[in-house]
């Protein structure tokens, strides 16, 4: 379960150091594309928001996908994760990984290279001079944008990302992740629903009866 985790948060936040190697030439982008990627991102910057995440792995010598469904809360640069065996804090500075059936917390103060692997909308303020924008000419749709990120380095693990914008509300409904090697993921974004500014995104130890902090920082 945890791999699963952390495989929802890299295909959200995809930046590997192959990605950010300069390359002879590259394609410009769609300058209407990116406009409206940067919306997207913009109105999640804007207000705070809870949302679930339903994502469907499936492995290259798999015929059946892996489901895994998360809660997540959005605000800024802050975020929280949660599934069944572990819950992700971040408050802008402090990461809180806890595991509650072990009764542990991990605290770190991630890098600037290691909040892009884990901030669920990293990929979005991050894309620029890593991928190549454009639209899709394989999906038409009344409702939907559906915008193609391919990265600029062919070297690069993953193939696409592919992430599905409602024309009406500029809310993400749907990301795509197909890699080189055959794997995909797949990612629904539930409706998106306002929640209080200060909504917690710390976690206190002190509130957790006996519990193991490992304290990275």
Not at 46 to 52: D, G
Not at 140 to 161: G, M
Not at 180 to 185: A, C, E, K, L, P
Not at 205 to 214: D, F
Request: with cysteine; net charge positive.
């Amino acid at each position: 379960m945890k791999r699963i985790v952390i495989m929802i948060i890299s295909t959200l936040t995809i930046t590997s150091v192959a990605a950010q190697k300069p390359t002879t030439r590259r394609i410009k982008s769609d300058s209407k594309a990116i406009a409206i990627l940067d919306k997207a991102a913009e109105k999640i910057n804007q207000s705070a928001c809870s949302t679930t995440l339903k994502m469907s792995i499936k492995e290259p010598d798999s015929n059946k996908p892996t489901v895994e469904t998360l809660e997540a809360r959005l605000s800024g640069s802050k975020f929280y994760l949660k599934n069944k065996e572990m819950e992700v804090f971040f408050d802008g500075k402090t990461q809180w990984v806890y595991y509650p059936n072990l009764n542990e917390v991990t605290i770190t103060t991630p890098t600037t290279k290691e909040l892009q692997e884990t901030s669920p909308i990293g990929f979005i303020k991050s894309y620029k001079g890593i991928y190549r924008v454009d639209f899709d000419p394989t999906v038409v749709s009344d409702k939907e944008y559906a915008i193609a990120l391919l990265p600029h380095d062919k070297s690069n693990d993953l193939f696409r990302i592919r992430v599905f914008i409602n024309k009406s509300t500029n809310n993400i409904t749907k990301i795509e992740s197909a890699f080189r090697n055959g794997q995909r993921i797949d990612i629904e974004v539930g409706s998106y629903r306002p929640i209080p500014s200060n909504s917690t995104f710390t976690f206190d130890p002190r509130q957790y009866k006996g519990i193991s902090v490992n304290d990275m920082r």
